[in-house]
């Protein structure tokens, strides 16, 4: 619930990515300074943590002349309560597959993925298109029962009001994941944006959108620290992959076993075949087992690539670097100088 204070004058930095997560990041631990990458100027920059993922007041709204209401006391409690099982897993790099555990991670990224910028400007991206189609149609927004223009302080009474709203939902969705850790690989960092909870999906579902956190398929990922990454998975990946292994060697025997019957291949020949298969699943058994195991997943160079770029695609504007890594970074931007983030389904 949003708090209701006297207005007060001065700047306020209210974080929309928290500091607690930040000092996971830090390139100078005594200055508490990250090294940030701006997308919007290829500028590189090394702000306290104090200052940066933060706007002046970014939860505080006008509901009077003397009175404003403020998410930022709320904010401070979820994390507060989200804070022992985040240090817990930082310390020691495991999960335990709780049901409190599962419904704190589960809170924790949906929290984080409703509170941050980009969230706040998908309301006016929506007015916009709104406005867009209506005056194609010969029409006018303003003139719509109901409507208001889009202040700042309206905006941000919508989010407050969105976040209560939604985060149950959210939290249910992502709780229903299958979570599990992954490492960063040797010697590379995992980037941090300002809009950290990415989403990717391999499944293809047309004009529809397959980024919804309750698609089939989806994949959320939040980097914990510089070397620690959330992964939290639809049901069908994981489970699914070793399945499909186990069918994929039922067929092979089914089929390999008349052949040695009818004396066409040797039984050596048919063992040979089920071990190369068994060799390629090996990666398949090692990933479920490190996901009952509550073990982290390590990643490859390759792997982090991915895992960076998609921060880099969904952030709004910055991005961290632990040890200012931003070759990825440049190449992105030169790839796509006219990149925009993606707008998300809801569901």
Known sequence: MATKTKSRDGAQNQHYV????????LSNEVKEQVTVFDKKTGKIFRPNIAGVMAERRFY???????????????????????????????EER???HSAEEQARLAMLVAFQFLRTRQQRDRFVEV???????????????????????????????????????????YTNLIGSKHMMLISAAPDRDFYISDNPVVLHNDQDFGPYGNLGLGVRG??????????????????????????????NLDQVRATLLPLV?????TGDEMRNQVAFIE??????????QRYLDGVADESNDHNMDFY????????????????????????????????????????
Request: charged share 30%.
């Open 94 to 96: 495991r999960l335990n």
């Open 127 to 169: 007015q916009e298109l709104i406005r867009t189609k209506l005056e194609q149609m010969g029409g006018r927004i303003e003139d719509l029962d109901g409507y208001e223009p889009m202040t700042e302080d309206r905006l941000k009474h919508q989010h407050a009001s969105f976040i209560i709203d939604a985060i149950k939902q």
């Open 60 to 90: 505080d709204f006008q509901v009077s002349p003397e009175y404003i209401a403020s998410f930022e006391q709320t904010a401070g409690r979820l994390e507060d309560a989200l804070l022992p099982t985040y240090r817990r897993i930082l």
């Open 218 to 247: 989806i994949q959320i990922y939040l980097p914990l620290s510089h070397d620690l990454m959330l992964a939290c998975l639809c049901p069908t990946i994981l489970k699914g992959a070793v399945e499909q292994l186990e069918e």
């Open 18 to 25: 928290p500091k607690l997560v930040l000092r996971n990041f």
């Open 308 to 347: 960076n770029s998609l921060q880099m695609a969904q952030s709004r504007q910055f991005v961290i670097s632990r040890h200012e890594d931003f070759k990825l970074s440049k190449r992105f931007m030169a790839d796509f100088p006219d990149h925009k983030p993606s707008f998300l389904r809801m569901d």
């Open 279 to 288: 060799e390629r699943g090996s990666r398949v058994r090692g990933w479920w």
């Open 261 to 265: 019957m009818a004396g066409k291949i």
